[in-house]
């Protein structure tokens, strides 16, 4: 006999070349009152995600295996920090949590000669019908970044 109120929910691995994603944890699925998502993803050595961001939701990132290379550009027209660009390294060398707020583009490289593992908390579930994921490309003029090592 199950626990009342206990629920359980089987994972899926959405698999590709760059690693897997998983969705964890949704609000419409009524395992919590109110909540966004919970998702999982690994990427391989060397794989750039860059850039998106949300119009309607933050982020909340954690790297809980690998290591990455975050990196923040603010396209907020209203913010004090507009057009500044900020970088993290996170990972189970430096374990943090990063609020990522909407219209703040973001993406990692991940470091090193290991998989890097991150769990991120959304504050909407993601709708495929109206997805709020904007696209930038990795090596956008406008934010130029350079994803290269730099050897000092």
Not at 1 to 22: N, T
Not at 41 to 55: L, M, Q
Request: charged content about 30%; aromatic content about 12%.
């Amino acid at each position: 006999m199950k626990i009342e109120g206990v629920k359980s929910k089987k994972l899926i691995k959405h698999c590709d070349d760059r690693g897997f994603f998983a969705e964890v944890l949704r609000d419409d699925e009524g395992l919590l009152s109110n909540f966004g998502q919970i998702s999982w993803s690994t990427s391989y050595p060397g794989v750039i995600k860059a850039f998106h961001y949300h119009e309607e939701q933050d982020d909340v990132w954690f790297f809980p295996s690998g290591n990455a290379q975050v990196v923040l550009h603010d396209l907020r027209e209203s913010s004090p920090t507009n057009g500044k660009t900020d970088v993290y390294y996170m990972g189970e060398n430096n374990p943090i949590i990063l609020l990522i707020p909407k219209g703040v583009a973001h993406g990692y490289r991940v470091l090193g000669e290991k998989a890097a593992t991150i769990i991120y908390c959304t504050t909407k579930s993601y709708n495929p019908l109206h997805p709020d994921e904007k696209r930038i490309e990795w090596d956008d003029p406008k934010i130029r970044f350079n994803w290269e090592t730099k050897f000092r």
